[in-house]
Structures are given as structure tokens and as C-alpha cells.
């Protein structure tokens, strides 16, 4: 969600913070701002709208300093104006920038007022800013006054403080949202994300749960929640400072759907060996816990939660393992039972999703037989805290929309399936077979990619119409509900999807001339449902869009468009490759429609708030 970026260094930091927010620009924000500390005193800076309009703000009126922060800010307190931009000050001696959300900030806020505090924002974090301010009348330590503070809220943050009368010192603390140090030589850095440091350091240290950290130019340190100084591991990073940028292609969401075949095989790479998944793919302990393993509870949250959902279907039928999906922010609010043995896995692309993270929380107190995250960012918090983890290597994707986190979970879960048949009696000669048609995923991601022509030009059906329905049938219903999740996030189309039989108990009523319906349809053991479930679309002057296995043989009829799939897909590969004409259909019609691609209303591409 929110961006944070902040640096302590000998030269001007204002080039520091702004790029570092370009290469946030991904998580979703509505402004941004930044402040820095100079000579004289603390300066500061806000815009409503895109980092580029606070960059023409500071070529009219340049600002400069050798410690600073900035912010982008997707709204959660308040609406989205300069007022509620950050940074946050408090009687211009105190500046902060705040990711997440601070629960009791009203009671805090009252009691502020009470106090002779004055509010210029709507936000939580204003409190926070005021809090601090309040708690440094008692003290001249910034760190202390800091720790006071956190000690009174409650929630999830990720703080960055700076004060006029310490300088070259930013103040962290982290509790539920994610902060990272970036250390250079003489000058170090702090942000939300690694990919906005790239440029200046590849070496960074993860702040734990609780902890309290006091930036310097020349050195950081860090206390625990207890209070004690602790050292925290340095950690390089693999990502490259180029890894977020768009080539020769449109948007980046073009890039990612382009780069799935890639991404794909780096999910497999080493993961299979002689027609064999190695179980130390999940990590050491990965043997043990697989051969306890008697059924399997998946969490997750939109995207993630959609490939949990194809996983049942794996699981279930390969495995004969009773396997449950649910939503995260459902999870947490009800008392599950847990079967003995059951394994609990997360899904998700940052490893930082807020509901997601508690789940997983929640769960190593509730008595499952070991944690697994599925992931694509390895200094997440997620990762960090799960016994086994699997990683994506998805590589970084910046468009909102999820499309090869979504391939490349699907590809690990895959694995993981392959892993547990094994245990359950799936033959040799079986693992084999499977393992084959994952190798085989590369090549055929790059044969249906080149559809991606006709696709665009299908894409015209589409950029008059309001409303589209999706149906898939058994583990293609859930890749229908992420076709339509697809279209509605970045088309703002609204797309619903069902399960094909559904339509008959309601769904039939809306369909006209003017409710596309989109299909896939492989040759599987449910193609005869689906062909009568499409009569009933046609039957009613439904427009039909269907995606078919060559195959598949649907009838040239009036009002029905067939898209073959350019070659036979086994049972094992379609989830993967039924869903890449969707999201090229999804990012087509977008175009059309003139909305913004990567960055669509309303979304962030990190949630780290409830």
C-alpha cells in the first residue's frame, strides 16, 4: 500500500526520495510528500496526485537537505487531499511518515485535544506525530520518546520520525507493516520495499515485530521489544536496480503476462530432478512434515486465494487429502477446527498481506502439524515466519494486478500436490508423468502468448460493455474468477464468474445480448456439462467467448466466438494456461478503455492493512 522512503546522508537526499517513490508507484497511492531537514529547520512538501506532480513542485520551489522522509499515501483515515498527505508534523519540531493503521487513535486523539494539541488532518497518523511531540516534553532523547509512543498504540504501523533538534537521525518502529534499513557507506537509508533502495545499496537489515531502530549516517541501532540492543543480520539482496523497469513494453502489466514462461521455469528450476520433485524445495525440514501432513488448510486473499482454490482440486483428487481454502480476513474472525495433521499453508506475492500475516500468526497457536508459505518476495515477513517456506521467483511485479505471482503459485502449489501424492501411493511412473507436464509449461506459456494478437483484436467486443460473465467447471472455475477479477480490477468492467452448472439458479436471468460470457473449455471429463451449460447461453441470445482446447469441437453457430488454444493441454497445465488468454483479454480491453493499466483506482499492490 503505502510507500515510505527515507535518508541520512552528506549530500542532498531529495534525488534519493523521489526516485525511491517512483519505484513505489506500483503499491497504489492517491499523494505524496516529503520533508527534510536542513539548516533551517524542517521543510516540507505535499502534493494530491502522482509522484510527478510533487516533483513539479519542487522544481518550482527546490528544497534540500541531508536527512529526509517521504510518503505515498493510499487512503485509509480521511480522504484523499494535501491536508491528509504525508508527512505528519507536530509544531514543525517533529516530522513522521506512517504506513498501516493505528486502531485506538481516536482515544488518543481526544486526549491530545485535551492537551492543547491542534489537528490540521483527518489521519491516525497526525496523532502518532503529536504523541511523539507530547512524549519529548519529558525528554531529549528522540528514541525514547518514540518508544513511549509505540508503547501507547495500537495496531500495525511502520514508522519513520525526524526531528529538528537531532540531526542526521531517523527514528523506526515497526509493528505488523514491513520497514527495511538500506546501508551505504557513510549514508544509510530506510523504506518499505527493497526495490526503492536498489539504486543506492543492495545491503539490508529486517526489522523484527516490536522493534525500535535509530538511523545514523554512519551507524543503526536497533532494541528489541524488550528493550535491549540487538543486532540484526545483514542480508544482499538478488534484485537488480533495472528489475522494475518497463523495456520496450506498454505497461508493466504487458511485461509481466509476457515474462510468465521465464517466470514459470524459475519456479521449477531446481525444484525437479529426474522426473522427481525434491521435498527439500520446502525447506530442511520439508520430509518430516510432509510425511505428517493428513490433509492441508490453505489461506489467502484475492489473487492467492483463487490459486488455493485450483490447489484444492489438485489436492484432493491426486492426494485423496481433505484440503480447505479460505479467505484470510475470514479465517481470522472464527474459531476453525483444526484435524490433527493438518498442514496450514499461506499464499501470497509479498508475503506482507495484513490478514494473511495474522492468519498465519493465529495459526501457530492452534495446533497444525507445521506452516508453509508460497511467496515471491524472500525478506518478507511471511517467509520469515512460516517453517517451510517454497519461493515463487517470480521476479518483481509491479502492475496491480497480479498475473505471473498468480502462474508461478500456481506452478509451486503444483509441486507441492506432486509432493504429498507421493505419500499417498502416487507411483513412480505417475510422479513422472506430472512432473513432465510441468517441465513442458515454458514452452507451451510462449505458444499461448502468441495469441496475444488475436486476443487484442477480440478485445473490441468488449470496450462498450458494463457487465461480463465468466463460467469455467471444476478446477477451471477458479481460473474464471480470476479471468473476471482481472477484467473488473483493470477494465472496471463488472465481471462475475461461476461455476458453469450454477447458471441454470440464477446467474441465466442476466444474460442478453448485451452480457458477454467468456468460457474455457478443455477437453476434460466435464467438456459435455459445459457444451450443455453453453447451449443455455445461446439459448437465451447470449454473446459467447470461448477459450478451447483445438481439440474441442463447439459448432460455428451465430454469436459464438471460439479462440483455440494452440495445442492440446493435459489436465496437469491448464489452470496455468487457460488463464494467460484471460489476462490478455483483461489487459486489452483496459487499453481500450483508457484506464490506468498498473495503477487502477481504489488498489494497492501491497496490503498491509485490514
Known sequence: MC??????????????LMEGLRRLEYR???????AVQSDKGITRLRRLGKVQELQDALDENPIRGVTGISHTRWATHGTPNEANAHPHTSAADIAIVHNGIIENYEE??????????????????????????????????????????????????????????????????????????????????????????????RSFMFLDEGDVAKVERTKVTIWDESG??????????????????????????????????????????????????????????????????????IVACGTSYHAGLVARYWIEQLCR?????????????????????????????????????????????????????????????MVRE???????????????????????????????TIALARR?????????ALVAQLAELPGLIEQVLAMDASIEALAVHFADKHHALFLGRGVQNPV??????????????????????????????LVDEDMPVIAVAPDDELLEKLKSNLQEVRARGGELYVFADPRVQLGDRQGTHTMRMPAPIQDFQAPILYTIPLQLLAYHVAVLKGTDVDQPRNLAKSVTVE
Open 3 to 16: 510507500g515510505i522512503v527515507g535518508a541520512v546522508a552528506e549530500r542532498n537526499v531529495v534525488p534519493i
Open 28 to 34: 497504489g497511492y492517491d499523494s505524496a510528500g516529503v
Open 108 to 201: 488518543l486523539r481526544n486526549d491530545l485535544k485535551r492537551k492543547g494539541y491542534e489537528f490540521t488532518s483527518d489521519t491516525d497518523t497526525e496523532v502518532v506525530a503529536h504523541r511523539i511531540h507530547h512524549h519529548r516534553k519529558s525528554t531529549d532523547d528522540l528514541v525514547a520518546a518514540v518508544t513511549a509512543t509505540v508503547a501507547e498504540l495500537e495496531g500495525a504501523y511502520a514508522l519513520v520520525v525526524m526531528s529538528a533538534d537531532d540531526a542526521e537521525t531517523l527514528v523506526l518502529a515497526r509493528q505488523g507493516c514491513p520497514v527495511v534499513i538500506g546501508l551505504g557507506i557513510d549514508e544509510n537509508f530506510v523504506a518499505s520495499d527493497v526495490a526503492a533502495l536498489l539504486p543506492v545499496t
Open 228 to 297: 535491549a540492543v540487538v543486532e540484526r543480520p545483514v542480508k544482499e539482496s538478488e534484485l537488480t536496480a533495472d528489475a522494475a523497469e518497463r523495456g520496450s513494453f506498454r505497461h508493466f502489466m504487458q511485461k509481466e503476462i509476457h515474462e510468465q514462461a521465464q517466470a514459470v521455469a524459475r519456479t521449477l528450476n531446481e525444484r525437479i530432478a529426474n522426473g522427481k520433485v525434491l521435498d527439500a524445495a520446502f525447506g530442511p525440514k520439508a520430509n518430516d512434515v510432509l510425511d505428517a501432513a493428513k490433509g492441508v488448510h
Open 321 to 381: 487429502l481433505p484440503c480447505t481454502v479460505e479467505i484470510a480476513s475470514e479465517y481470522r474472525y472464527r474459531s476453525p477446527v483444526v484435524p490433527e495433521g493438518t498442514l496450514f499453508v499461506t499464499i501470497s506475492q509479498s508475503g506482507e498481506t495484513a490478514d494473511t500475516l495474522a492468519a498465519l500468526r493465529a495459526a501457530k497457536e492452534m495446533g497444525y502439524v507445521s506452516t508453509l508459505t508460497i511467496c515471491n518476495a524472500p525478506e518478507s515477513s
Open 386 to 416: 512460516s517453517e517451510l517456506t517454497m519461493m515463487t521467483n517470480a521476479g518483481p511485479e509491479i502492475g496491480v494486478a497480479s498475473t505471473k505471482a498468480f502462474t508461478t503459485q500456481l506452478a509451486a502449489l503444483a509441486l507441492l
Open 424 to 432: 499417498a501411493g502416487l507411483k513412480e511412473k505417475q510422479e513422472r
Open 480 to 509: 474464471a474468477m480470476e479471468g473476471a477479477l482481472k477484467l473488473k480490477e483493470i477494465s472496471y468492467i463488472h465481471a462475475e464468474a461461476y461455476a458453469a452448472g450454477e447458471l441454470k439458479h440464477g446467474p441465466l436471468a
